[in-house]
C-alpha cells in the first residue's frame, strides 16, 4: 500500500495523474504524486520481502540517528475567536509540548495576538510558527523582532516562496544576531534548493510530496546537514497511511509535524500513535507499517 495526497498548490488533477498510472508504459516524468506513491508502494513491497521497516532505508543512506525520534507537534489554523483558541491550545498542551501556530492572516494584530494568546495558554510549550509566507519584505523582520519576545522555537517561511535567494538574504541581513530561528518551507522544494539559501535560514521543513519520493527527501535531509541545518518533518493532510510513512525519517529530523491524519474524517489507516506525553509511537510491522482498518 502507498499514497501520497493532492493539494492545490501543485495543480495537479487527481483523474489525469489516474489515468497516467494506468498506462501500460510510464512517462520518463511523472506527477509528484504518481511519482511519490509508485515509490513508497516500491519500498513497501521490498519492506514486507525483507521484513523491513521503511526506516531501514533511510539508515543505509543516513547512518544511526544520533538521538531519539522528536515529540509530537498539533498544528493550530489562524483563529477567529481567540478565547476559544486559548482553550483549545491549554487542552492540547497538556498532552503535546510542541504546538505549531499558523499565522499569515493578513492581519499583523490578530497574528501577533495569535502567539500572545497560545503563550499565556501554554507557557511550557514549544511554539513553532508558521507564516505560510504572509508577510511582505518590510514586515517579516519586524514581525520576527516583536514574535521573539514570546520565545518562539522557529519561524517558518516568513515570506512568500516567489522571492528568491536575495529576499531571503536581506531579511536575514534584517534581523538580530539573536533571532529565533528561520526556517524554509515552500522556498525549498528538494535537495538541490537547498545550496542557495543555506546561509540565509538556520533550516528546512522536508515533507516527502514536496520531495517527491522518500528517497528524495532522504537525500533533502543529507544535503540539510551538510549545511548544518535543522530538520523539520512535515505532512500535507493526509491519512495514516501517508503520515506513517513520513515518521520512519523521524529520528533524522530535529522537529516534527505529523498530525496531518488527524484532519481526515475517513482515515482508513491505522498507523502512527502519540502516548499520553505526546511522544511518537510507531507501528511494529514492515515497510510503511500501516495497516487498513
Not at 56 to 67: K, N, Q, T
Not at 104 to 125: F, K, N, Q
Not at 172 to 196: C, H, K, M, T, W
Request: hydrophobic share 45%; glycine share 8%.
Amino acid at each position: 500500500m502507498a499514497e501520497a495526497p493532492f493539494v492545490p498548490y501543485y495543480g495537479e488533477d487527481p483523474e489525469q495523474t489516474l489515468a497516467i498510472l494506468q498506462r501500460s508504459i510510464l512517462p520518463p516524468v511523472l506527477p509528484r504524486t504518481a511519482s511519490l506513491a509508485l515509490n513508497l508502494l516500491r519500498h513497501d513491497i521490498i519492506g514486507h520481502a525483507t521484513q523491513q521497516p521503511l526506516s531501514a532505508f533511510a539508515r543505509s543512506a543516513l547512518g544511526e540517528p544520533v538521538r531519539q525520534p522528536p515529540p509530537g507537534c498539533r498544528s493550530f489554523s489562524i483563529p477567529t475567536d481567540l478565547t476559544v483558541f486559548a482553550e483549545k491550545v491549554s487542552a492540547v498542551a497538556e498532552q503535546f509540548r510542541v504546538l505549531k501556530l499558523k499565522l499569515g492572516s493578513g492581519d499583523l494584530g490578530l497574528d501577533l495576538a495569535t502567539v500572545s494568546v497560545a503563550r499565556m495558554a501554554a507557557p511550557d510549550a514549544y511554539l513553532l510558527i508558521d507564516v505560510n509566507g504572509g508577510w511582505d519584505l518590510l514586515e517579516a523582520a519586524p514581525m520576527i523582532e516583536k514574535i521573539a519576545h514570546y520565545g518562539p522555537a522557529l519561524i517558518e517561511q516568513p515570506i512568500h516562496h516567489r522571492h528568491g535567494p536575495e529576499a531571503w538574504e536581506e531579511l536575514r541581513s534584517n534581523l538580530p544576531g539573536d533571532a529565533p530561528p528561520i526556517f524554509a518551507d515552500e522556498s525549498i522544494q528538494s535537495a538541490a534548493d537547498i545550496p542557495a539559501l543555506a546561509d540565509f535560514i538556520d533550516g528546512v521543513n522536508i515533507k516527502l510530496l514536496k520531495c517527491g519520493s522518500f528517497d528524495a527527501a532522504v537525500a533533502a535531509i543529507a544535503a540539510a546537514r551538510q549545511h548544518s541545518l535543522q530538520i523539520l518533518l512535515g505532512c500535507m493532510i493526509e491519512s495514516s497511511l501517508g503520515t506513517t510513512a513520513a515518521a520512519h525519517l523521524a529520528p533524522w529530523a530535529d522537529w516534527i509535524d505529523l498530525d496531518g491524519h488527524f484532519y481526515v474524517a475517513n482515515d482508513d489507516f491505522t498507523g502512527i500513535q502519540y502516548d499520553a506525553r505526546g511522544e511518537l509511537v510507531m507501528p511494529d510491522h514492515p515497510g510503511i507499517g500501516a495497516t487498513a482498518k
